[in-house]
């Protein structure tokens, strides 16, 4: 018997589950809140130089730039109206006295003058709380095996409930950036225990529905940040309006109950059979729950025991020409997705169009984007609904340097389009790198392209700077790198209504001939 057959036992579809599932997909809807936050209490507003203290009454002329406008960092250093020649006269000066922000809202760029020379300080904060997300997949899933997938759960809400807090009340931009990275470090661990314990507990047939509609809180959550940014105009109540609720879930995570396999694992079975009858009883299975004995959980257990006991490091990630190709290509396409989706997601405000109306847009291409998904990948399969889904997305931003700053509606539709594409790449990922890695190594082969993912999405603001040399080089990039990806993506091998492979051996057999000398045959 296996842990599917115990959980079908105790109830694998009733009143716990729903509970469980719900109580651990609600935060789900306020991460968005945190990794998009940047939108809008960093956004740049219109500005220009603030006027010298000493200059006369009247408008002060701005020089203009090579596109015609206003500078925005630069002024006469003379009033328009002083009697000196044409060339001393039309001098001009950095904002030594600060600049004048044409705007409604209250920002970390309004309140730290992030613009002209310090505006690469914008980017390095999202690079920050990015680098966070990275670092802290790499502790905490160390920390996971050792202490167990709820406390960190549990000290994951509280961290980022601590630390976003904090943020808003920063009195200067490094501890911000403090704060941030924690937060990162946070989302990482909520991220890492959610996936695990949401689908532990249901069974196989549908934890692809349970993965779905754990995504698809996300996207609502990306409709729920443009309404919160609309009301809350100061971007340190907002800060701390997103961030307040995780104290709520810090509390109610109390009652998630541990992965039975760690437990078993250990050797904490008697704690594992307590709460297997304690589910039972709320699924109204209380009599089944009472003939469970310790001693049949660990014979049952016995087989995913000895698999999961069974040592293996990210270097058996290299161990065969086979798993060299499958985490080569799937690493390249981790990091093009990742690298490609915050490019857009981050640069909402570059499409001249109303902040809050083009977040909803681009929240809302999730919806088609992920059904759509989930029929190709029925139909098409994996490996050619991952390699579409970055090579149209690598095609839309590298239509974006073609069009005309000017031609706002079509810059923006292509870029909503190549968004739902990287986002059907993401849903696609997911499940296609569970599929290809064998049961064995499962758990260190997604750890290692999270990793990339996360990788790409801390270098994404950073390539932005390079606009400053030419407009359209960050585009190039993120286009080149998402046609990568998709073209690696067409080298794995396909596992639609294939088995799962078990162990590296089962996976060693799939290898095309001049990878094994078993016959060849895909999965």
Request: charged share 15%.
């Amino acid at each position: 018997m296996t842990f599917s057959e115990i959980l079908d036992r105790v109830g694998s579809m009733g009143r716990f589950q729903f509970l469980h599932v719900a109580i651990l997909s609600i935060p789900v809807l306020n991460m968005a809140n945190h990794n998009l936050l940047q939108i809008f209490t960093a956004a740049t507003p219109a500005h220009h130089c603030r006027p010298p203290p000493n200059a006369s009454a009247g408008p002060w002329v701005l020089p203009m730039g090579p596109d015609g406008k206003p500078e925005t960092c630069l002024r006469f250093v003379h009033p328009p109206n002083a009697t000196l020649p044409n060339d001393t006269q039309r001098a001009t000066e950095p904002c030594l006295d600060g600049w004048v922000y044409n705007s409604t809202r209250d920002t970390i760029v309004i309140e730290w003058d992030l613009v002209c020379n310090s505006n690469k300080m914008k980017e390095m904060a999202q690079s920050i709380f990015m680098a966070g997300i990275l670092i802290g997949g790499l502790v905490l899933g160390d920390l996971s095996d050792r202490f167990g997938r709820r406390p960190i759960l549990t000290g994951s809400y509280l961290l980022l409930a601590t630390s976003g807090s904090a943020a808003a009340f920063s009195p200067s931009l490094t501890v911000y950036f403090i704060f941030r990275f924690l937060c990162g470090f946070g989302i990482s661990g909520i991220t890492l225990s959610t996936i695990i314990l949401s689908v532990e507990w249901v069974p196989t047939r549908m934890r692809a529905l349970v993965s779905t509609a754990t995504g698809y809180c996300y996207t609502i959550g990306q409709f729920i940040l443009p309404g919160l940014a609309y009301a809350i105009p100061q971007w340190r109540w907002l800060q701390l309006t997103v961030s307040i609720p995780f104290f709520v879930f810090f509390l109610s995570s109390w009652w998630t109950p541990e992965s039975i396999r760690w437990l078993v694992l250990s050797g904490k079975s008697s704690k594992a059979l307590k709460i297997l009858r304690r589910v039972a009883a709320y699924n109204g299975k209380k009599e089944e729950g009472q003939k469970l004995s310790l001693e049949e959980l660990k014979h049952n257990l016995q087989k995913e025991m000895s698999l999961a006991k069974a040592k293996y490091s990210a270097s058996d990630l290299f161990r065969t020409p086979i798993l060299r190709r499958v985490t080569f290509c799937l690493s390249l396409a981790w990091f093009a997705t990742g690298f490609a989706y915050y490019s857009l997601a981050m640069g909402v405000e570059e499409f001249g169009v109303n902040l809050y109306v083009l977040q909803i847009i681009f929240g809302g291409v999730d919806v088609p984007a992920k059904f759509i998904t989930i029929l190709s990948l029925s139909y098409m399969g994996r490996h050619t609904t991952e390699a579409a889904c970055l090579l149209l997305a690598g095609g839309a931003i590298l239509a974006l340097t073609l069009v005309p700053l000017d031609m706002q509606t079509l810059r923006t539709v292509i870029a909503v389009f190549g968004k739902g594409c990287l986002s059907s790449s993401f849903s696609c990922l997911f499940l296609y790198t569970s599929e290809l890695y064998p049961t064995v190594i499962r758990q260190t082969g997604m750890g290692a392209s999270n990793m990339w993912t996360r990788v790409g999405s801390m270098l994404a603001p950073l390539v932005k700077i390079t606009g400053e040399v030419q407009p359209f080089i960050p585009n190039v990039i993120y286009g080149i790198a998402a046609l990568l990806g998709g073209s690696a993506a067409l080298f794995l091998p396909e596992t639609l209504d294939r088995p799962l492979p078990e162990t590296i051996e089962d996976l060693q057999k799939c290898a095309p001939p001049w990878e094994s000398r078993s016959r060849p045959r895909t999965f």
